[in-house]
């Protein structure tokens, strides 16, 4: 591409309003449910695309061969890819960084536009074959993909674009007689490298696009269970106007395309979601390579979760079932594999028949299954790797005389990566399914003394690393604040009388601290901050007529 030498801005642009993404039902008779339906039937009989990689616009198909397979149908490939080696990468993020000059040049308000067409591209167009690709890769139902690959998506895009106009009018509030003060909000120098999880298309697009639109240029290496639709949210940035080589889209080996990132100087950023074991391996080798660095290079993560409800002996009847309910969505919506799932509850025991009756009817309602059928509320699980870790909780729950399976607990993959919604009570507040990161549908009960409140607080604080989401269920106001104060650092997102899932863009900004990551807020303001660089300007319009100070006459 030749050199394109970008004009100044010569108005300062206002954005279009912006608001979330408005959700569809997809109930019985909706007009959306049939268009969804026959993107999902059409993907299904097309059979596995060919991914590319994609470097500086070019398509590169390398031999390297991996697959993504369907979850609920584990004998069909949803897409094959091709893999990047270590040359490749080389390559680009030569490219990358070549490409930065003129994507960091553009002004905003060009930057901007290709976000907020991108959204409109989702929101429309590419609304149903994102969806459909989310459902048949990542095995979500059509309420799950809808809220992922269609609503948060745009949201990221849109209110990531209202954020950062408003972060560049942070101006100094102050100016001399003379002198002009101004902030600039640099792209960081170097590359960022985002690396992006499973089970978010909505997190794999934020990854990526929230440092570009900032100015910076990017290293994408999607997840293998989320190419297809990671590479769909490529293209429709292409469609929607980013330059070649400013996101370079890499699918391929972890190791080998960590060590060749991770080993360039010009590594400005990590941008990562996973697993908090592969967070800190990465962290350690960054530290490593210190003395590598042009510059001290910016880490934002967020990783795992062991997510809590919490009931007050202040719950009246409806506020017990309303409990159950949310901790049934909570434990089991997407099997579990939300990094906000709830996965432990603390029930006083005054409190815990009613809670049990419920939850247990209401755990018998729920079916699972290929998530093409619609009747389906809960699909499997990613993969096979997955399935086992997931049924070796279970299974040592089973074995556990301390623990009792109350529902579910059954594991089958025989077709498709099927765990059982699993109940477990436990009579130990060490248990191991209390403590570790599941990443399933598995959720366990613990019941206190009522008059332990205070001191079950103090627990769930202490029982894990992670503080990323916790919910709070009380009628009394005064065990509202109590317990508000007492949980504060166990989770970044907090909820009151409702479950832990679900923070929304432009409402809830997520993230959490601890174990969990570094807190900088997706879908804020803050997490921009991680992307740019400030440069303080000072301009002199007034001469001096000497150096000397007044202190200085004698």
């Known amino acids: 591409m030749a050199h394109v030498l970008h004009t100044p801005s010569l108005a300062h642009f206002k954005l279009p309003a912006i608001d979330n993404e408005p959700m569809k039902s997809y109930a019985v008779g909706s007009e959306e449910r049939p268009k969804l339906e026959k993107a999902v039937a059409d993907m299904r009989a097309a059979g596995p695309v060919e991914i590319p990689v994609v470097i500086n616009g070019e398509k590169i198909k390398t031999g390297q061969i991996g697959k993504q397979i369907n979850p609920s149908e584990h004998k069909t490939t949803v897409c094959t890819y091709h893999e990047a080696d270590a040359s490749l990468i080389k390559k680009a993020i030569d490219g990358a960084l070549e490409a930065k000059a003129r994507w960091e040049a553009m002004p905003f308000n060009d930057r901007a536009a290709v976000f907020l067409k991108a959204a409109d591209l989702i929101a429309t167009k590419y609304r149903y074959k994102l969806m459909a690709a989310t459902m048949l890769g990542q095995g979500k139902n059509a309420w799950q993909a809808e809220i992922d690959a269609a609503a948060e998506l745009c949201d990221f895009f849109r209110f990531g674009a209202k954020y950062a106009e408003e972060m560049y009018q942070q101006q100094p509030p102050k100016n001399s007689p003379g002198v002009w003060n101004r902030s600039e909000y640099r792209a960081l120098e170097g590359f960022v490298f985002a690396v992006s999880p499973f089970n978010f298309t909505a997190i794999g697009g934020n990854l990526a696009g929230a440092p570009a639109l900032m100015g910076n240029v990017v290293l994408w290496k999607p997840s293998p269970g989320a190419v297809y639709s990671n590479y769909i949210v490529y293209q429709i940035l292409e469609e929607a106007g980013l330059p070649a080589g400013v996101i370079q889209f890499v699918p391929g080996p972890a190791e080998e395309i960590c060590d060749v990132v991770l080993a360039h100087p010009e590594f400005a950023s990590l941008h990562f979601t996973g697993s908090t074991h592969v967070f800190r391996k990465l962290w350690k080798q960054i530290g490593n390579n210190i003395d590598n660095y042009k510059s001290y290079p910016r880490i934002v993560g967020e990783t795992g979760g062991k997510n809590y409800h919490v009931l007050h002996k202040s719950l009246d009847a409806d506020g017990v079932r309303q409990a159950a309910l949310q901790t049934i969505r909570g434990a089991f919506e997407y099997q579990g594999q939300k990094?906000?799932?709830?996965?432990?509850?603390?029930v006083p025991e005054s409190l815990f028949a009613d809670f049990k009756k419920v939850l247990v009817e209401e755990h018998a309602k729920i079916k699972q299954g290929p998530i093409h059928k619609w009747e389906n509320?809960?699909?499997p699980v990613i993969n096979k790797f997955a399935f086992d870790k997931i049924k070796?909780?279970?299974?040592?729950?089973?074995?556990?005389?301390?623990?009792?399976v109350i529902a579910g607990g059954k594991c089958d993959d025989s077709e498709g990566y099927f765990v059982q919604p699993t109940i477990i009570v436990t009579k130990d507040k060490d248990a191991k399914t209390l403590k570790e990161e599941i990443f399933g549908p598995v959720v366990t009960l613990y019941v206190y003394e009522d008059a332990d409140f205070e001191a079950t607080c103090k627990m769930v604080s202490d029982t894990t690393q992670y503080a990323l989401t916790g919910a709070l269920f009380a009628k009394d106001r005064e065990a509202i604040v109590a317990g508000s104060n007492l949980l504060r650092n166990t989770a970044g997102n907090f909820y009151i009388n409702d479950k832990c899932t679900g923070a929304v863009v432009g409402q809830q900004p997520?993230?959490?601290?601890?174990?969990s990551g570094t807190n900088d807020k997706a879908g804020s303001w803050s997490l921009l901050l991680r992307f740019v660089s400030a440069r303080s300007v000072k301009e002199n319009f007034v001469e001096i007529d000497g150096f000397a100070y007044p202190s200085n006459s004698v």
């Not at 990094?339 to 603390?346: G, P, Q, T």
């Not at 040592?396 to 623990?403: L, P, Q, T």
């Not at 997520?510 to 174990?515: D, L, M, Q, S, V």
Request: aromatic share 14%; hydrophobic share 35%.
């Open 339 to 346: 990094c906000s799932a709830c996965s432990r509850v603390y």
């Open 377 to 379: 509320f809960m699909g």
């Open 392 to 404: 070796g909780f279970i299974d040592h729950a089973i074995s556990n005389d301390d623990c009792e």
């Open 510 to 515: 997520f993230g959490g601290a601890r174990g």
